[in-house]
């Protein structure tokens, strides 16, 4: 594994050989967060992992930053590595899957991107966590977001602030403390994808739709939405898993397996 410096301030890790693919990392993540998946993908493909701006060790997010300023970063990740083929996951399948309308993308891997469709809002959660975040509640503004985002749907919040106060303040449970406030930013790219479905009929990159049997009802909806828009499409749904299957703490090796069968030869 070697992490890199480029040309922009964009930082990304890159691992392993062959065929070029890009992950795109998701709200509350970091590069880091992908290393499992990149080490199972690194036997066969070259695999680089950007940190999106204003989280790791890319550069600071500007006032206003949003969708726009996300596929310019992407822009640049593809144009210096030669990468044609992407994989994002959350927010940052929404980021893939505006920037396949634009950039040189070849093929496109997207796990559950929270779309607006129909009736539900994915960014409902926005302005009770902001008002924790003002507060400097941040466990309590972590738990909005999760249970906001369809995540811990039967636990009390009143049990689990406390216990994610805890938590943040020891060991690896700091970088979740640190990576809360940075949601305002995917909450401004899926903002500002807002949209009708069949915009997405003009991709025509072959595109990959992943989801976990055990997401919510709202990202399996989106992907049915998308589903007959796309022109070239296929759909695959893990069984046992969630939204985070292609976290560490997730199941990375069911995603490995289908992103090398998509992106080989």
């Given at each position: 594994m070697e992490t890199l410096a480029s040309r922009t301030d964009i930082r990304w890790r890159a691992f392993g050989g062959g065929p070029?693919?890009?992950l795109l990392h998701?709200?509350?993540?970091?590069?880091?967060?992908?290393?499992?998946l990149a080490r199972a993908l690194a036997t066969s493909f070259t695999v680089?992992?950007?940190d999106r701006r204003g989280r790791g060790h890319s550069g600071p997010a500007a006032p206003g930053h949003g969708l726009r300023r996300e596929i310019d970063d992407l822009a640049?990740?593809?144009d210096e590595t030669g990468a044609r083929n992407v994989f994002g996951l959350?927010?940052?399948?929404?980021?893939a899957l505006r920037a396949a309308m634009e950039l040189p993308i070849e093929r496109l891997a997207l796990y559950e991107p929270p779309l607006k469709?129909?009736?539900?809002?994915p960014v409902a959660w926005l302005p009770r966590y902001e008002k924790e975040l003002a507060r400097n509640r941040r466990a309590a503004a972590f738990v909005t977001v999760v249970?906001?985002?369809?995540?811990?749907?039967?636990?009390?919040?009143?049990?689990?602030?406390?216990?994610?106060?805890?938590?943040?303040?020891?060991?690896?449970g700091r970088q979740i403390g640190e990576l809360v406030p940075t949601m305002r930013l995917d909450a401004a790219v899926v903002q500002d994808a807002a949209g009708p479905l069949n915009l997405y009929a003009g991709v025509t990159a072959e595109t990959l739709l992943l989801g976990g049997e055990r997401s919510p009802a709202y990202l399996k909806g989106v992907l049915n939405g998308l589903e007959p828009v796309l022109p070239r499409v296929r759909r695959v749904t893990l069984s046992g898993v969630g939204h985070?299957?292609?976290d560490n703490s997730g199941r990375p090796g069911l995603v490995a397996a289908e992103l090398r069968k998509f992106f080989g030869p």
């Open positions: 070029k693919v890009v998701g709200g509350m993540q970091t590069s880091a967060s992908f290393t499992k680089y992992v950007p640049a990740v593809l959350s927010s940052g399948a929404v980021v469709h129909g009736d539900h809002d249970k906001g985002t369809g995540g811990l749907r039967f636990a009390p919040r009143a049990a689990v602030i406390p216990m994610m106060g805890l938590v943040m303040r020891a060991g690896e985070l299957a292609a």
